[in-house]
């Protein structure tokens, strides 16, 4: 994994802002969502412990691969990005488990949801029905497009 830090450094790459702040916002809504107190507060917390170590390991894992998709879309192909692979098989291998994990992800969010229902407080949930969806879009977007780099990487380069 230095590889990819070094690499990162030397393409200059920069992680994908929007998924970044995406999950920035989501950390600040939970730590609001737990200061509420109630019913709102008991359910946050559950999805706070569910989320933060998925985004944590996203951010390590996830994040780095699609770093490289603005030079892939020009491409910009350099032997360096093979570095990635590693990342890419990991993920791979752990794909069965995370969607597990994405199904207890989103028990939690839905409870949030409810909650925030019967509190009727509008904020937070619309705040999780966002954060549901942000989780939809992992499952059915930034996953496969995390698959569909390393298909190419291995086409282009490792042939």
């Known amino acids: 994994m230095g590889s990819v830090l070094k690499w990162n450094a030397k393409l200059k790459l920069t992680m994908p802002k929007a998924l970044r702040s995406g999950h920035d916002e989501a950390r600040a809504e939970l730590v609001r969502a737990m200061m509420e107190g109630g019913p ?10 569910l989320c933060l170590p998925h985004f944590a390991d996203e951010e390590k894992t996830v994040f780095p691969v699609l770093a490289l998709l603005p030079y892939l879309e020009q491409g910009s192909l350099r032997p360096e990005m093979m570095d990635v692979m590693p990342l890419i098989v990991d993920f791979r291998a752990k794909r069965a488990a995370l969607d597990d994990h994405h199904r207890s992800i989103l028990a939690a969010i839905d409870a949030l949801l409810r909650a925030a229902h019967k509190e009727k407080n509008r ?25 569909l780099i390393g298909k190419y990487l291995r086409e282009k380069l490792a042939g």
């Open 40 to 49: 709102i507060a008991i359910a946050a917390r559950q999805v706070t412990q």
């Open 123 to 147: 904020e937070f949930a619309e705040f999780a029905h966002n954060l549901r969806v942000h989780e939809q879009i992992e499952e059915e977007v930034i996953y496969p497009t995390v698959i």
